[in-house]
């Protein structure tokens, strides 16, 4: 089954295309038409022009949407829709394809002279990471802003990288002009990648390997599914306990089929896991940070470890540490907070705020905004002004040329599910 090209979609960020009814993608609206981050826009794309991943024939199978996202042929959702996807992942366990991101491995000619140079790059504790973890990190530019966002594994004496789809060629650039000849910079393009998300993922991956079950949030290993052997971390972008797996991509299609036999794991699609990352307070980058974004902005300062900040024992050495220095010293004119609309009206990505009802200039804008199912009401982030930014501050968002109030709120919307 093939889908022909329609409307063009804004999916956080990333051009795709077709339209949203509010519970499934249809025909062309022409309008601007919204679940999470779906905005209808004209696009020349087609569907031929896009790579596919190792599970491009099983999407089509299980009646996936197709839809262009980051230069690839994904599934934007699945029979199900993207409402109950949502649900099925937070109550039991959703099957993702991530193959489009970027897998890479950094090998030279010990664990020391993989770290060291690459927290040339990042600002993170790279040289303090114990073999089977794994950290989240960021990839900054000479201000101080954030180019991606990244997870980095240590397996033995070499990292296993994985970045961004839209971003990865950037990124494999980068890391090749920065780190070669002394760092062999691998870029993985035999593996496919998905992600198993939900309070039951763990109990199915165990079943799987019961080797899976010791493993705790952001630990990586290697383990086995039916004679298959897969690189996995307990980890995730949705706020739930879950995995993410790196698999041949000769075995890839048999082994996302046997883990879609286990009890409680269907697939899920793009909408869904937009709107899960959204409920958990999680940054989309392109939406959330971006290339103008320092980290202290950005609200990330707990991926900076003490070890790279000032006064630590590798403080610096990174681009833009300099910026980010000041940032933690002297504080930043705006922060990301969280939004809680009043209503059942999402304020989405754009929304301007407001300080007062009437008048003024905006104090901040709306970065990612949604309806969130697992709450049954809107929810959104976005930047203020930081002396706005308290959790409980009143503000209001400009809608259709009507403001409207919203709160700053604690993030995430909805409580991590990690099992730590």
Not at 30 to 55: F, I, N, R, W
Not at 252 to 262: F, G, K, T, Y
């Amino acid at each position: 089954m093939r889908h022909a090209p329609a409307e063009g979609i804004t999916i956080s960020g990333e051009r795709t295309e077709g339209a949203f009814d509010g519970q499934h993608f249809c025909g062309p609206l022409g309008a601007s038409l919204v679940y999470g981050l779906l905005e209808v826009k004209e696009s020349h794309a087609t569907m031929s022009d896009l790579q596919q991943t190792p599970l491009y024939e099983l999407h089509l199978e299980l009646g996936g949407k197709m839809v262009p996202f980051a230069g690839y042929s994904m599934p934007v959702q699945y029979p199900m829709g993207v409402m109950k996807e949502h649900l099925q992942t937070r109550a039991a366990a959703g099957l993702f394809d991530v193959s489009h991101m970027g897998q890479v491995m950094l090998s030279g000619s010990s664990w020391e002279a993989v770290a060291t140079a690459f927290e040339a790059l990042v600002p993170m504790d790279v040289l303090g990471l114990a073999d089977g973890r794994q950290r989240y990190g960021l990839f900054t530019n000479d201000a101080g802003g954030i180019e991606d966002d990244l997870m980095f594994a240590r397996r033995g004496d070499d990292l296993f990288v994985v970045v961004n789809a839209a971003c990865k060629d950037a990124d494999i650039a980068r890391m090749k002009a920065a780190l070669e000849p002394d760092v062999t910079v691998t870029p993985i393009t035999d593996r496919a990648l998905v992600a198993v998300q939900g309070p039951g993922a763990g109990a199915a991956i165990a079943s799987l390997d019961p080797a899976a079950d010791a493993m705790r949030f952001m630990d990586f290993g290697t383990l086995t599914f039916g004679g298959i052997e897969v690189w996995a971390s307990r980890s995730g972008y949705t706020g739930e306990d879950g995995f993410e797996i790196s698999i041949p991509e000769a075995q890839a299609e048999a082994l996302v089929r046997q883990l879609l036999a286990l009890d409680g794991v269907e697939p899920i699609g793009l909408g869904a896991r937009d709107s899960l990352r959204l409920e958990a307070g999680l940054c989309l980058y392109g939406n959330d940070i971006d290339a103008q974004t320092n980290p202290v902005e950005g609200n990330l300062t707990w991926a900076i470890q003490k070890a790279r900040r000032a006064g630590g024992d590798r403080a610096g050495g990174y681009p833009g540490a300099d910026a980010i220095q000041a940032a933690f010293a002297d504080g930043v004119e705006r922060k990301r907070v969280g939004l809680a609309p009043e209503g059942r009206a999402p304020m989405r990505e754009g929304t301007q705020l407001f300080a007062a009802e009437n008048g003024d200039e905006a104090v901040g804008h709306v970065t990612s905004g949604s309806f969130g199912p697992t709450l049954g009401g809107p929810v959104a982030m976005g930047y203020v002004r930081f002396d706005t930014a308290d959790i409980g501050t009143a503000l209001w968002g400009e809608v259709r040329g009507k403001r409207l109030p919203v709160a700053v709120v604690k993030l995430p919307f909805v409580a991590a599910n990690f099992k730590r």
